[in-house]
Structures are given as structure tokens and as C-alpha cells.
């Protein structure tokens, strides 16, 4: 699906005979549809090496030895995790079984098939093997409407249909058109954000391979190490909005409940004070009587 389209979308920046060729990509045409293969054999690429981490990192936390000494990769992946816990329990109140996968995940899908880009892998100026495949718009879109789909199946499922759609009305009701044009454009925003970021940093390495080698070396460097760091801050920030819009969508739900719970808390936890001191005093009243 993510790399599925009707035509061709600006993916891939290919360098040729002095100048820069925007949207061309391994095509192959089946039944009226135009198939990116590029996008889809990276995208595969990438979400088979999140799986590999995945098994890797499971096969190192249940070894069977009594010291778990972690690697860096390790460290990285456990730090990641610890990060997603945090923001989703300061948006959600707690650590939900659903997001924080969604979002460990997206976060290192997105930063895997960012970095494909940085991989030496042209074997002539016509062909890019590993072009990243987030700089299509086809895979953006895909998985920005992922994420919306399943916040609307969040916040149903949390405040139920009524209550969820309630929301479109606040503050006032004549909020409605604009409450609907911004549910609309969250999924247009989130992946045209990201496509734009890693599509940029297509066209820069493209200039600086016009450029002769002797003096692109350097500039070819430095600004890789810039686009891994833009690659690494575009995969956070995909994976903080969807915590947040997943946030948005469950704001308030529970929040009664929650006040009801913590008062019966506070008057459980005073009663038995209450029960200890009249049973002192009655331990002290008992002498006196006898």
C-alpha cells in the first residue's frame, strides 16, 4: 500500500548529466496502477530490520545468565522505550498497551528507512537502489492515515461514539467546521512534514554529488551526519504526534473516575488513623476502670 499509487509522486532525486531529475522511480505498471518499486523493496528493507532489532533485543533481555551485561544497541532501544513510556503516560495518565508499541515502532521504522538514504548504493546516476522510502509521499500519507485511524478507534473506544464526537462541538458548537477541517488536516500535516524534511535532504545530497569529487568529499560528510540528525528528530517528532493526538483523543475520559478514586484513597487511608487513636485511648481508659 505504501508504495501504491495512480501516478508518479516525488520520491526519489536522481543526479544525471548535470542536473537533478525529481519523482523517478523502478516502476512497474499493473492493471492501470503504477507500482514504486524502489519504495516498497526499502520499505520492506526497513520493516524487516525494526523486526530483527525486535527478536534481537527480546533474545537479550530473557537470556538465561544471571548477569544481563546490555550492549549500546540495547541501551538505544531500551532508552527509546523509556522515553515513549514517559511522554505517553504524561498525555494518557498511563502506560497504554497500544501506544507505546505503535509509537517504539514508528519511531524506529522511520528513523531505519530515513537513514537508508545515507547508504552508498548507486550504481549509476539512473539508478538509487536504497532511496528512503519516507521521502514518498505515498509511504507518509500511509502511515499518517494509520495513525489517525487508529486515534479515532482510541477515542471511540474510550469515550464511546456520542461522547467522542461530542468533541467536535467544543467550546461552541459553531466550532464544528473548523474542529472537522482540523481533524482533517492532522493526517496531511503529519506526513507532508516528514516527507518534505527527508525529501530536502534528497535533493542536498543530489546537488553535492554534482559537485567533483575532490571537492564534494567534505561537504558530502558533514551534511550526512546533518541528515542523520534531521532523520533521527523527523522519526521523534512522528512518534511524539501520534502519542499526542492519541492523547487528544482520550483527553478527559476517566478524569471523574480518577478524583473519585484518589478521595476514596485519602478517606481509606484516614479511617484506620481514626481507629488506631480510639484504640489507644480505650488501651489507656482500660487501667483506670479496673
Known amino acids: 500500500m505504501s508504495g501504491l499509487t495512480s501516478g508518479t509522486a516525488p520520491g526519489d532525486v536522481v543526479a544525471a548529466a548535470g542536473k537533478i531529475e525529481i519523482g523517478q522511480h523502478v516502476e512497474r505498471h499493473i492493471g492501470g496502477w503504477t507500482f514504486n518499486m524502489d519504495t516498497i523493496w526499502t520499505t520492506l528493507i526497513a520493516g524487516a530490520i525494526v523486526v530483527a532489532l525486535g527478536f534481537w533485543a527480546r533474545s537479550r533481555l530473557t537470556r538465561p545468565e544471571v548477569d544481563h551485561v546490555p550492549s549500546k544497541l540495547q541501551l538505544v532501544w531500551e532508552g527509546v522505550v523509556r522515553e515513549v513510556n514517559t511522554q505517553v503516560e ?68 474510550q469515550k464511546g461514539v456520542k461522547g467522542y464526537f461530542k468533541h467536535f462541538l467544543e467550546p461552541f458548537p459553531v466550532m464544528l467546521p473548523l474542529n472537522i477541517l482540523e481533524e482533517l488536516t492532522k493526517p496531511i500535516t503529519l506526513a507532508l512534514r516528514l516527507f518534505g524534511n527527508i525529501f530536502a535532504g534528497g535533493i542536498m545530497l543530489s546537488v553535492i554529488g554534482l559537485i567533483p569529487f575532490y571537492a564534494s568529499w567534505a561537504p558530502n560528510v558533514l551534511w550526512k551526519l546533518f541528515d542523520m540528525a534531521i532523520g533521527g528528530i523527523q522519526a521523534f517528532i512522528f512518534a511524539l504526534l501520534a502519542v499526542l493526538y492519541f492523547g487528544m483523543a482520550g483527553a478527559g475520559h476517566g478524569d471523574d473516575e480518577t478524583h473519585d478514586q484518589d478521595a476514596h484513597v485519602d478517606s481509606s487511608a484516614d479511617r484506620p488513623r481514626d481507629v488506631d487513636e480510639s484504640a489507644e485511648e480505650n488501651s489507656t481508659r482500660a487501667p483506670a476502670l479496673a
Open 90 to 157: 504524561d498525555n494518557l495518565g498511563r502506560v497504554h498497551p497500544f501506544v507505546v508499541p505503535l509509537a517504539v515502532s514508528l519511531f524506529f521504522f522511520i528513523l531505519i528507512a530515513n537513514w537508508l538514504e545515507l547508504i552508498p548504493s548507486e550504481p549509476n546516476h539512473h539508478l538509487h537502489l536504497l532511496p528512503a522510502p519516507t521521502a514518498d509521499t505515498n509511504l507518509t500519507y500511509a502511515m499518517a492515515i494509520l495513525v489517525m485511524v487508529g486515534v479515532w478507534i482510541f477515542g471511540i473506544r
